[in-house]
């Protein structure tokens, strides 16, 4: 995931354009408070990519939703409001890059957003994808996105995403098969 050092404009002061800031939160509380900041009556939006995993037990398996990154939320505010999240417990700190917040590009936000809204991905053979090779995302949802395939087996294929600095698990199926 690359980051952005904020930048403010000598004339004009501190920079009254919303970006996306990373923050740091505890363990397993990233959905509770992405939704007491959403509640919030300034002008902030939070989002917490999360993903859909089966946990198996001894007599039992279960659907459960996961952060897609632990102990991480992104915070959508100007510069003078970026504070404000400190009044909810739980929220421990900003990342930091150059003793500066670092902020993360719109469209790095997209691409997590369509990562995570995808809960199905549509035959496609990867039979001849090859460890290193480069492919294009595009037929499974992901628009303009390309990756490195990491390693391949039966159905599922694990691609490197460079802007996301992550590694996509791909479970592809046929257009018989749903996920429910």
């Known amino acids: 995931m690359s980051l952005i050092t904020s930048s403010h404009d000598k004339k004009k002061g501190p920079s009254k354009k919303k970006s996306w800031y990373v923050l740091y939160v505890r363990s397993n509380q990233e959905t509770i408070i992405q939704d ?51 009044q909810i417990n739980g929220t421990i700190n900003y990342l930091f890059e150059q003793k500066k917040p670092a902020i993360v590009r719109e469209s790095e936000i997209q691409q997590l957003r369509t990562i995570t809204n995808n809960n199905r991905i549509i035959s496609h053979e990867l039979t001849s994808a090859v460890k290193g090779s480069e492919i294009d995302l595009s037929p499974y949802g992901f628009q303009n996105v390309k990756g490195i395939v990491d390693k391949v087996s039966n159905a599922v294929c694990w691609v490197t995403l460079k802007t996301l600095g992550c590694t996509l698990k791909l479970t592809l199926i046929s257009n018989k098969e749903n996920i429910k």
Request: net charge positive.
């Open 36 to 86: 007491q900041i959403n509640r919030l009556e300034l002008n902030i939006i939070a989002y917490s990519p999360t993903q859909l995993v089966v946990k198996k037990w001894k007599d039992r398996k279960k659907k459960v939703i996961k952060p897609l990154l632990p102990k991480i939320v992104f915070v959508k505010t100007d510069e003078t409001l970026r504070d404000q999240v400190f």
